[in-house]
């Protein structure tokens, strides 16, 4: 009995351990989404994605080791609180790293309708009456 407690404590500590490795990672990344460096950012999202199946699977590990027959200590009480304040760190980085990813997309839209506006002006020509007419660009393309 003593050495299931044991082994559960280690397992909850990993888990801590592992989740405290996911809230940096969230860090980083919205460094990496702010910076636009998309290489790196797709380098780490396969290591995100790698650490979240590792952190499933000692979850799962966890789970059944509480639903064993056992006495949770105080330390493995403490552990838990540690692990789902943890928790709720990376959701709410999460969180806001999904904002950030919106917010470049609207800058990104914002920003090409804008170009696509100034083509639009740059090609206006007009006819001999001086009513304004939207030229052609290059080869046969209208605004």
Same mark, same amino acid.
């Given at each position: %009995? @003593?050495?299931? $407690?044991?082994?559960?404590?280690? #397992?909850?500590?990993?888990?801590?351990?592992?989740? *405290?490795?996911? =809230?940096?990672?969230?860090?980083?990344?919205?460094?990496?989404? =702010? *910076?636009? +460096? #998309?290489? *790196?950012? %797709?380098?780490?999202? +396969?290591?995100?994605?790698?650490?979240?199946? @590792?952190?499933?699977?000692?979850?799962? !590990?966890?789970?059944? %080791?509480?639903?064993?027959? /056992? +006495?949770?200590?105080?330390? +493995?009480? @403490?552990?838990?609180?540690? !692990?789902? !304040?943890?928790?709720?760190?990376?959701?709410?980085? /999460?969180?806001? &790293?999904?904002? #950030?990813?919106?917010? $470049?997309?609207?800058?990104?839209?914002?920003?090409? &309708?804008? %170009?696509?506006?100034?083509? #639009?002006?740059? *090609?206006?020509?007009?006819?001999?009456?001086?009513?304004?007419?939207? $030229?052609?660009?290059? =080869?046969?393309? =209208? @605004?």
């Amino acid at each position: %009995m @003593a050495e299931q $407690g044991h082994n559960l404590t280690k #397992a909850i500590a990993k888990q801590v351990e592992q989740l *405290s490795a996911l =809230s940096l990672i969230l860090e980083k990344e919205l460094q990496l989404i =702010s *910076s636009r +460096d #998309a290489e *790196s950012l %797709m380098n780490l999202l +396969d290591e995100k994605t790698q650490l979240l199946e @590792a952190i499933q699977k000692q979850d799962i !590990s966890v789970e059944r %080791m509480i639903h064993a027959p /056992t +006495d949770i200590t105080p330390e +493995d009480e @403490a552990l838990l609180a540690k !692990s789902k !304040s943890l928790l709720e760190d990376c959701k709410y980085r /999460t969180q806001v &790293n999904q904002k #950030a990813v919106e917010q $470049g997309q609207l800058r990104l839209t914002h920003l090409r &309708n804008l %170009m696509m506006e100034v083509r #639009a002006k740059e *090609s206006l020509t007009y006819d001999k009456k001086g009513k304004p007419k939207g $030229g052609t660009l290059g =080869s046969g393309v =209208s @605004a």
